[in-house]
T-cell receptor, first 109, second 112 residues
Framework: QKEVEQDPGPLSVPEGAIVSLNCTYS??????FMWYRQYSRKGPELLMY????GNKEDGRFTAQVDKSSKYISLFIRDSQPSDSATYLC?????????FGPGTRLSVLP | DTEVTQTPKHLVMGMTNKKSLKCEQH?????MYWYKQKAKKPPELMFV???????INESVPSRFSPECPNSSLLNLHLHALQPEDSALYLC???????????FGPGTRLTVL
């Protein structure tokens, strides 16, 4: 079983839709959870960072962590064509930091 | 300043060339990283420097040689690369090893 799993997509949604992106992980020792957005041929951009179970909101983005289920989510409200990118979850503990494979999202105007 | 800069943006080199990639941050971060990213794959960790000392080397071939001259700069020296080394090379920094990482825009390397 891979340490971090993520549906690679592609995921296509209409503009204005709520997008749900998810990752599962296998190691209960993971302590911190991040979501990055990466546009084609650019470096990853940090969107959200959290240590704890529960929800964290920032503008149109909400990160949700359920440590008991080893499941994290990123919700994007009122999605825009400019949100079209690859979304990578990243999970870590101590010296170990692992990216998920990424989900390609297309928001259609 | 919340930016990580990388130069050059693009690099084309032959298999016998020697070149260097450079990374700079002025956020006072004490951990810096090199990643390699192939198309449609997530970044793969290569090296970690913590307080200017190499703390992690993920079994990277010796044709890649990292250097951290000071707390703001990170270099990656390249020598005798192979075509399969062509990729996007990303630099990142963080306050500490357990903190969120901020990435630069990357150097797109092509080895002919």
């Amino acid at each position: 079983q891979k340490e971090v799993e993520q549906d690679p997509g592609p995921l296509s949604v209409p503009e204005g839709a709520i997008v749900s992106l998810n990752c599962t992980y296998s190691n209960s020792a993971f302590q911190y959870f991040m979501w990055y957005r990466q546009y084609s041929r650019k470096g990853p951009e940090l969107l959200m960072y959290t240590y704890s179970s529960g929800n964290k909101e920032d503008g149109r983005f909400t990160a949700q962590v359920d440590k008991s289920s080893k499941y994290i989510s990123l919700f994007i409200r009122d999605s825009q064509p400019s949100d079209s990118a690859t979304y990578l979850c990243a999970i870590g503990h101590g010296q170990n930091f692992v990216f998920g494979p990424g989900t390609r999202l297309s928001v259609l105007p | 300043d919340t930016e990580v800069t990388q130069t050059p943006k693009h690099l084309v080199m032959g298999m016998t060339n020697k070149k260097s990639l450079k990374c700079e941050q002025h956020m006072g971060h004490r951990a810096m990283y090199w990643y390699k990213q192939k198309a449609k794959k997530p970044p793969e960790l290569m090296f970690v420097y913590s307080y200017e000392k190499l703390s992690i080397n993920e079994s990277v071939p010796s044709r890649f040689s990292p250097e951290c001259p000071n707390s703001s700069l990170l270099n990656l020296h390249l020598h005798a690369l192979q075509p399969e080394d062509s990729a996007l090379y990303l630099c990142a920094s963080s306050q500490g090893r357990l903190n969120e990482q901020f990435f630069g825009p990357g150097t797109r390397l092509t080895v002919l």
